[in-house]
């Protein structure tokens, strides 16, 4: 069993539409939790950082984590083409700094 | 965030050569690592590099194979060494961020290709 689990996608969203992106873990001593976004040809970036369980928002993000299910989502609101890219969700344990990674998911959104 | 460049960019390679990454930060930093992101696959860590010390190589990845120097805090390489086909992936350095090691920033990755 994979560390992280990530529906690689695609998925195809209209401009505007509200979009749910989910990871699922096994490890419960995960306590902090990454959003990257990564554009073609670039390197991953990143969106959004959690520590522990809760919600977080900034602007059209929100990041959610549901440590009881070892669940955690982001959210895009009204989302715009330039959202189109692959994301990735990342978690490390309390000590280190080794990150695990999905997959990654495929975002297009049609204008 | 930190600034981080990464060179070549990009690289077409024979079987058996070596290449050498190249990856450069704006700003001091402790602490920075290598990863290799393949198709479909996960980002892997390869190796975790201080400045003074010998790397750190995660399981499945050996100096031999993959040496690190890391001279000073901002500048660090990554040599593939002896490449094969398999060897083919995107090459991302990575810096912890300012308030935490928990967070990392990446540079722009180096997209090799072994024939």
């Known amino acids: 069993q994979k560390e992280v689990e990530q529906d690689p996608g695609p998925l195809s969203v209209p401009e505007g539409a509200i979009v749910s992106l989910n990871c699922t873990y096994s490890n419960s001593a995960f306590q902090y939790f990454m959003w990257y976004r990564q554009y073609s040809r670039k390197g991953p970036e990143l969106l959004m950082y959690?520590?522990?369980?809760g919600n977080k928002e900034d602007g059209r993000f929100t990041a959610q984590v549901d440590k009881s299910s070892k669940y955690i989502s982001l959210f895009i609101r009204d989302s715009q083409p330039s959202d189109s890219a692959t994301y990735l969700c990342?978690?490390?344990?309390?000590?280190?700094?080794?990150?695990?990674f999905g997959t990654g998911t495929s975002l297009t959104v049609i204008p | 965030s930190a600034v981080i460049s990464q060179k070549p960019s990009r690289d077409i390679c024979q079987r058996g050569t070596s290449l050498t990454i190249q990856c450069q930060v704006d700003s001091q930093v402790t602490m920075m690592f290598w990863y290799r992101q393949q198709p479909g696959q996960s980002l892997t860590l390869i190796a975790t590099a201080n400045q003074g010390s010998e790397a750190t190589y995660e399981s499945g990845f050996v100096i031999d194979k993959f040496p690190i120097s890391r001279p000073n805090l901002t500048f660090s390489t990554l040599t593939v060494s002896n490449m094969s086909p398999e060897d083919s992936s995107i090459y991302l350095c990575?810096?912890?961020?300012?308030?935490?090691?928990?967070?990392?920033?990446f540079g722009p990755g180096t997209r090799l290709t072994v024939l």
């Open positions: 990342a978690m490390s344990l309390p000590t280190g700094n080794q990150f695990y």
């Open positions: 990575s810096v912890e961020g300012p308030s935490s090691y928990n967070e990392q920033f």
């Open positions: 959690t520590y522990s369980s």
